[in-house]
Structures are given as structure tokens and as C-alpha cells.
């Protein structure tokens, strides 16, 4: 099947008249970002309403990556009431789950302070939900396909889906953020085709090769480690497991007794990243001395981070990405309680070890995969052997453009490029794609692979507030475009 798909008012046919032309906006990706962008553009209240194609192959719009899993020991890693679609309603998602019992039969998801840390699976819900009339009215359409590529024919971009079809688009908006995780190169080369190693955990039934008995070596040691490790004990896994990552950093867990957010990194930001370290570990002890944990203090410069981020230059962003992310991202990024329980079990039961140090070598033997261990700062390697090993290094955003043919072929044709931090796309400070050519003012980017801009763009509600800014440029830019056209 070949098919082009035009609005048929979109494009100037010879002959139409500029007042019958409706736009088309297409959003390739429909996690949480392509999600909240179509619902902000249906809300737009100035400017034409154009027509909104949101392309993601997955069942539902809404949960990409993160939300659309059924394993029960996936949870939110924030409490439910930090996580919100809706940017000026932060109980939106709280009071969602209360109107439909979304919890009910999961005792566990209310902690015993009262925060609620449900499944992410609810989460994904509650955002298809929210967009679900907006498709039964066909203001958002949801085509169920993965885009293959993308190519700019003159003021429009022609995108071809996997089904064969082509859809012209006034406006782009790459939403498609995390790309499948890298295995490290002597591991992939060794292991590919072993039936118990897992490269991407993230996919469905991932896991279930692993046998009850299996020794485990999971490589990577934050959130998808600990995912791995709390799905692996609620299946009653029983052999020994070893997590390994450079610095043998676990993601922490959230504080006892929380607290809202404290200190103030803007009236004087930091302009070094280590004036920066200097600065926090400073709110830090003040924030200490009056009883209250580092968390609150690491949520306030998270709140400010887009600010200060804006702030640093260039070289000092890339030195805080080379030497303080690791130490960020554990503190930042923090485990569910029941997930941090978990693993707080299996180390007492003497199932879990947590390593830092790196794999010096693998080799396979009648399945047994025979490791060599270098340990951090202990010049005597270690010998191990594993039935299984699991990669959880989280998503190669260093590797975007080469993640997908048609990331490719734009970075190919000057319309993308690697942000210089590394963290993902290029795009200005409108998440205007910039790459080799310059700017592209119809090729936006959203989420988390616009981060190298904005700095913190990871979790909710920096997510649905870019969302909604990007949703606002686009508005502006179709406007423009009607009033061009008068
Ligand atoms: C495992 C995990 C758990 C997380 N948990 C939390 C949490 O509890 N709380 C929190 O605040 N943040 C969490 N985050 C952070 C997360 O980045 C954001 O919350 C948010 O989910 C990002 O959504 P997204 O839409 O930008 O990206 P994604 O979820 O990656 O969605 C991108 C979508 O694009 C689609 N896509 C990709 N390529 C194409 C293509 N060529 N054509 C069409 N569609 C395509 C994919 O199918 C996918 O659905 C988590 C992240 C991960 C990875």
C-alpha cells in the first residue's frame, strides 16, 4: 500500500482559496510529550485549529515508554500527587485516581505517610484518558504506526509511516525521546543470541527467560535496575543477583518525612558547575541544621533547573553532564518505596550485592557466562559466573540520531544535529530544531531530547509544562502563518 494522505485543505491546490486552509500539525511520538502537546494544541484559544496527527504505534496514546507496562512492580517513582497532565491543577491525577478507584486491589500502593505511588500502568491510563475524547471527536487523531521518514518538500514535510502511507505536514513535532538502550559493545558481541540475556528489559515479558534460580548479573545500577530487581523478587526469584555500575551508585528513595522544596539557586545562579556543587552542598547543610533532608533541597534546584541551566555556559553544562550527572541522577531520580523496600530485602536476605566497578571480560561456556569483574579502586579483578545477564543502562540518548532511519536522514539532510551536551537534539530556546542548515522554525522538538537546552527535562511536571510551551509555539507559529496569508 501506498498512500498519501493530505488534508485535502491543507495544501494550496491550484486553485484554493488561502481562507479554506487547514494546517496540519503531525507529533511523532505519543508518549506523555506528543500526548500533552496534541491535548495543549486542542486547547489553544487563539490562532487556527489544525488538524492534530499524533503518530505512535503502541495501543494507546499517552503511556509510551515508560507507562505501558502491566509488570506490577513498576511504579511511579514521585508521588501521584507531583504528577499531573493538567500544569495549574497539580491534584489532577490524584483526584482522577480517586473519581475512578484506580488503585483499588493494590494495597500497596498508599504509603503509610499517605503519599500514593501507584503503578505506572495508572499513570498511562489516566493520560490516554484525557485524550480519548479528543480523538472520539477526531480533534486529535491517533495514527497507529511508527514514521519511517521524514523529508522536507517545499514548505511542507512528507512523512511516510511503516503501513505505506505519506502524510503532509505544515508543522513536525519529535516527540519520541528515550531510544532503546545500548549494551556495551564486548557484552552485545559475546552474549547475542544467549537465551537469558537481556538487553532491553523495558520490553514486554522481557524477564521471563530468567529462571527462579538463575545467577543474575543486572549491569547499570538506577531505576531500570531497580525495576528489574523488585519485578525479579515478585516473581519469588531466589538466586543471587549482582548489580554493577562504574560508581556502584544506587538510586535513593524519598525522604522520610518529606518536605516541600527549599532554597533559592536563581537570585545569584551559579555560573560554574562547581560553584554549583558549592551551592547545594551548602542548601544542603543549612536545610540539615534545620531538620530537613537533603530531598528538599535537591527538588528546589530540580523546580529551578531549567533557569539555571539557561544560566551556565556552554563548557560548564558539558563539564556537569561529564562529572556530576551520575551523582545528580541518583539523587534526583529516586525509587519508589515499595521498589526501594524490595531491594532493601534482597540485600538483607544476602541476594542482592551492589558493585561498583566495570566488565573486564565475558566469555561463554555451555551457557555459563564467565565474567571478569574490575573493581573501583581495587587493582584485583574478580571472577564470576552468571546465567543470565540483564543490561539496564537506560536509554543511549548519546545515540539518538542513529537510533531511527528517519532521525538519521534529517541529521543527513542539516535539519538535526546531537545537542552539544549530548543529551539529545539541538534546538533553541523555542525547541526550534537547529542543525547544520540552522534553525527549522516548522521542526519542533519535545521532552526530554530538547534537554540539552533546557536542562532539567526528564520527569513530570517539567514533561507536561514543555508540552504545553511547545504546543504554545506552534500556536504562535500558525497564527503567524494565517495572518501571512490575509
Ligand atoms: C522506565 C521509565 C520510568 C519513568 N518513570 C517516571 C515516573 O515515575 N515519574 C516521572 O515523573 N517520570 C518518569 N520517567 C521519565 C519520563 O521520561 C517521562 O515521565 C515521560 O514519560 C517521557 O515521555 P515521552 O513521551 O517524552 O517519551 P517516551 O515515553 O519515550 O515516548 C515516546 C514515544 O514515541 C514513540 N515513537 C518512537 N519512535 C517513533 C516513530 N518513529 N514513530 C512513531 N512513534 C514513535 C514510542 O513508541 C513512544 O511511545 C520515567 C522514564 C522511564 C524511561
Excluded at 521471563?208 to 547499570?220: N, Q, Y
Excluded at 524519598?254 to 518536605?259: E, F, Q, R, V
Aim: hydrophobic share 40%.
Amino acid at each position: 500500500m501506498n498512500q498519501l494522505i493530505v488534508n485535502p485543505t491543507s495544501l494550496f491546490a491550484a486553485g484554493t482559496e488561502p481562507a479554506a486552509r487547514r494546517p496540519l500539525v503531525a507529533i511523532i511520538g505519543g508518549g506523555v510529550s506528543g500526548a500533552a502537546t496534541a491535548f495543549y494544541l486542542a486547547q489553544a484559544k487563539q490562532g487556527p485549529i489544525p488538524e492534530i496527527v499524533v503518530f505512535e504505534p503502541r495501543d494507546g496514546i499517552g503511556r509510551g515508554l515508560a507507562y505501558d507496562t502491566n509488570e506490577p512492580a513498576h511504579r511511579i517513582n514521585v508521588p501521584a500527587a507531583r504528577m499531573s497532565l493538567i500544569t495549574d491543577q497539580p491534584e489532577h491525577f490524584l483526584r482522577w485516581i480517586d473519581d475512578h478507584a484506580a488503585t483499588a486491589g493494590d494495597a500497596d500502593a498508599r504509603r503509610p505517610d499517605g503519599n500514593l505511588f501507584p503503578r505506572r500502568s495508572v499513570f498511562g491510563d489516566y493520560v490516554n484518558a484525557i485524550l480519548q475524547p479528543l480523538i472520539s471527536r477526531g480533534t486529535v487523531q491517533h495514527r497507529r504506526t511508527t514514521v519511517a521518514h521524514v523529508l522536507r518538500e517545499g514548505q511542507h514535510w512528507c512523512i511516510s509511516d511503516r503501513d505505506g502511507a505519506r502524510t503532509m505536514a505544515d508543522i513536525v513535532v519529535i516527540a519520541t525521546s528515550h531510544p532503546p538502550p545500548v549494551a556495551p559493545g564486548p557484552l552485545q558481541a559475546v552474549l547475542k543470541g544467549h537465551p537469558r540475556f537481556v538487553p532491553d528489559p523495558t520490553k514486554p515479558g522481557a524477564l521471563e527467560a530468567i529462571r527462579p534460580s538463575d545467577r543474575v548479573l543486572v549491569v547499570g545500577n538506577g531505576l531500570t535496575s531497580a525495576d528489574v530487581i523488585a519485578s525479579l523478587g515478585l516473581k519469588g526469584h531466589k538466586g543471587p543477583i549482582t548489580a554493577i555500575s562504574r560508581r556502584g551508585l544506587r538510586s535513593r528513595g524519598h525522604a522520610a518525612c518529606p518536605h516541600d522544596p527549599v532554597g533559592d539557586f536563581l537570585t545569584q545562579p551559579a555560573l560554574t558547575a562547581s560553584q554549583l556543587l558549592k551551592t547545594i552542598r551548602n542548601a544542603i547543610r543549612t536545610a540539615a541544621s534545620e531538620g530537613v533532608s537533603w530531598h528538599a533541597v535537591i527538588d528546589q534546584v530540580r523546580a529551578q533547573g531549567q533557569g539555571l541551566w539557561k544560566m551556565l555556559p556552554l563548557a560548564e553544562q558539558q563539564r556537569i553532564v561529564r562529572h556530576l550527572r551520575p551523582y545528580w541522577d541518583v539523587h534526583r531520580f529516586r525509587v519508589a518505596p515499595q521498589v526501594e523496600a524490595a531491594l532493601d530485602e534482597a540485600i538483607a536476605q544476602g541476594l542482592l550485592e551492589i558493585l561498583a566497578g566495570s566488565i573486564a571480560s565475558t566469555r561463554l561456556e555451555n551457557q555459563v557466562i564467565h565474567c571478569t569483574l574490575r573493581l573501583r579502586r581495587d587493582p584485583h579483578p574478580i571472577e564470576r559466573n552468571y546465567d543470565a545477564v540483564v543490561v539496564t543502562t537506560g536509554p543511549g540518548h548519546g545515540r539518538i540520531l542513529a537510533s531511527q532511519p528517519f532521525l538519521a536522514e534529517l541529521s543527513e539532510s542539516g535539519y538535526l544535529e546531537l545537542d552539544p551536551t549530548g543529551l539529545g537534539l539541538s534546538c533553541t530556546r523555542n525547541s526550534e530544531a537547529i542543525g547544520s542548515i540552522g534553525v527549522s522554525p516548522s521542526l519542533l522538538i519535545a521532552g526530554p531530547l530538547a534537554r540539552g537546552t533546557f536542562g532539567e527535562l526528564m520527569g513530570l511536571p517539567q514533561v507536561t509544562e514543555h508540552a504545553a510551551f511547545v504546543a504554545s509555539i506552534v500556536s504562535d507559529r500558525l497564527q503567524m502563518d494565517a495572518l501571512a496569508t490575509i
